[in-house]
């Protein structure tokens, strides 16, 4: 998910490979006035935004680690494998892995987020 933190608030873009993910897309902007489910788009679109986002958050892909490469902020997960071994390695910091269950837990990951806005 890219963050842009503009116009008063925080609002989510969320990219999508597939049909499954573009649902899973849909059904959480649905539920959030401040969500999108971005349309489908080129990578070089994805890249844009990934690199004047105010924040990312996301699973190991290859556009969590374009948002490395931008030396952008944000959050990865990594719920299957054990972030130390793979993780996104940020020259500043500033993308900080979590793994295993705590990837997980929401309330820890928003309070990460919001730190980080």
């Known amino acids: 998910m890219v963050l842009l933190k503009k116009w008063g608030g925080v609002f989510g873009f969320f990219p999508w490979g597939n049909n499954e993910k573009l649902a899973r897309a849909q059904a959480f902007a649905k539920n959030y006035s401040k969500a999108i489910a971005l349309p489908g788009c080129s990578l070089t679109t994805l890249v844009g935004l990934i690199q004047n986002a105010s924040a990312v958050i996301g699973m190991d892909t290859g556009l969590l680690h374009v948002a490395v490469a931008f030396d952008q902020k944000g959050v990865a997960l990594y719920p299957a494998t054990e972030p ?17 269950e705590a990837s997980f837990n ?6 990460k987020m919001l730190a980080i806005l």
Do not use: F, Y
């Not at 130390?84 to 295993?100: D, H, Q, V």
């Not at 929401?106 to 309070?111: E, F, K, S, V």
């Open 84 to 100: 130390k071994k793979s993780g996104a390695m940020s020259l500043s910091g500033l993308i900080e892995s979590i793994g295993g």
């Open 106 to 111: 929401a309330a820890a990951i928003n309070a």
